[in-house]
């Protein structure tokens, strides 16, 4: 069985012993893991970046600035954006995207900076991470208005309608662990009505720990979610795995083990 973590933050503040982790990791089945960079502040980029050339066995690595981040980033920000995820060792733009949950960046902020790398990724040819929380149809808007149609929104959790807004695009959902806990009915809907061949699943290491774990959460876990997924859908885990690993490898651009 081989299973991707299609979104990973593995900073070295929350992971110092990255080879530790990838192994544990490895043991579980996951041959490889999506690290995602972030906007921090000018010139810091988290590490995202350098922990993938150092282990491109395991890791591939993405940039963006988070909706969170977007008021703070300035033109100069954006211009450095552009410039390294033009290079090889990004594989895609973000993540990016609305969190209208927490607000901590202006709601016309977050759409321009989110418009902006959807069109990077457009330009670049590459594929689009998305966040969104609280904010399916204006999310669900800026992407159509964007022509984005290969992106994944990531630790999806909506209900069937969201999900059916995004498959139409022809967009991939990503699971987390979020799909283990309680009360997450439609959510589990959405699982259910969504195609194999359009699902991911996930971390979001080190938050969103599936159950029974705790966290830290880490790549390890997603065979956690990867379990939850396929009995919602009423298949094997194997089978779960073959397709979420196959959709990864595919939107992401790299090749399996």
Not at 87 to 93: G, H, I, K, L, M
Not at 188 to 195: G, K, L, Q, S, T
Not at 201 to 222: F, G, I, M, Q, W
Request: glycine letters at 6%.
């Amino acid at each position: 069985m081989k299973l991707v973590d299609a979104h990973c933050h593995l900073e070295p503040a929350d992971f110092p012993d990255l080879d530790a982790v990838l192994s544990r990791a490895n043991a579980a089945g996951v041959v490889r893991a999506v690290i995602i960079g972030q906007f921090h502040g000018p010139g810091d980029w988290g590490a995202a970046l350098p922990r993938a050339a150092a282990r491109p066995d395991m890791l591939v690595a993405t940039l963006g600035i988070h909706p969170h981040d977007a008021a703070r980033a300035s033109e100069e920000d954006l211009a450095e954006l552009t410039r390294i995820c033009s290079t090889p060792a990004v594989a895609a733009v973000g993540e990016a995207g609305l969190d209208f949950y927490y607000d901590r960046s202006p709601r016309p902020v977050q759409a321009r900076v989110l418009a902006a790398q959807a069109a990077l990724a457009r330009s670049l040819g590459k594929p689009l991470v998305v966040h969104v929380r609280d904010a399916h149809p204006e999310c669900t808007e800026i992407l159509a208005t964007e022509a984005i149609d290969r992106a994944v929104i990531h630790c999806f959790t909506g209900d069937v309608a969201a999900a059916r807004c995004y498959l139409d695009l022809g967009l991939y959902l990503s699971i987390s662990g979020v799909v283990t806990f309680k009360k997450t009915d439609a959510l589990a809907e959405a699982v259910r009505f969504a195609p194999l061949d359009r699902l991911m699943v996930e971390t979001d290491s080190p938050y969103l720990a599936p159950v029974p774990h705790r966290r830290p959460n880490e790549p390890a876990y997603v065979v956690a979610t990867a379990t939850k997924v396929a009995m919602l859908k009423g298949v094997t885990l194997e089978t779960v795995a073959e397709a979420t690993t196959a959709n990864a490898s595919q939107l992401f651009g790299f090749a399996l083990p």
